[in-house]
Nanobody
Framework: QVQLVESGGGLVQAGDSLRLSCAAS????????LAWFRQAPGKEREFVAA????????YYANSVKGRFTISRSVVENMVFLQMNSLKPEDTAVYYC????????????????????WGQGTQVTVSS
């Protein structure tokens, strides 16, 4: 079993940066594909970024590519999402997730693939 707790959300202006963190307990994150998803009011939860494999390969949604960076720390048992050049359309609750199964590339962007979820952290970007 894995427990995930996100932090780092907040209210920022367009163009600002935020760094989200997700702390895990229960099992080492290094053995799992990890991802960030987000959900805006009235919308479905959508994929943001994933990190997987021993080489920490990353995969991003087109909407955040070049602005967001996912990374993980095996020592700290955490996963991070560095968000730069934030836009109002990035406003959402952000969730970290872990899966017990292997995935790669677009195979990691399916909500149903992930087994463990955090409670979410709110990110609000004002124009």
């Amino acid at each position: 079993q894995v427990q995930l707790v996100e932090s780092g959300g907040g209210l920022v202006q367009a163009g600002d940066s935020l760094r989200l963190s997700c702390a895990a307990s229960g099992r080492p994150l290094s053995t799992y594909p990890l991802a960030w998803f987000r959900q805006a009011p009235g919308k479905e939860r959508e994929f943001v970024a994933a990190v997987y494999s021993i080489e920490d390969t990353t995969y991003y949604a087109n909407s955040v590519k070049g602005r967001f960076t996912i990374s993980r720390s095996v020592v700290e048992n955490m996963v991070f999402l560095q968000m730069n050049s934030l836009k109002p359309e990035d406003t959402a609750v952000y969730y970290c997730a872990a899966s017990r199964r292997y995935c790669s590339g677009s195979g990691c962007d399916d909500v149903s693939f992930f087994d463990y979820w955090g409670q979410g952290t709110q990110v609000t970007v004002s124009s």
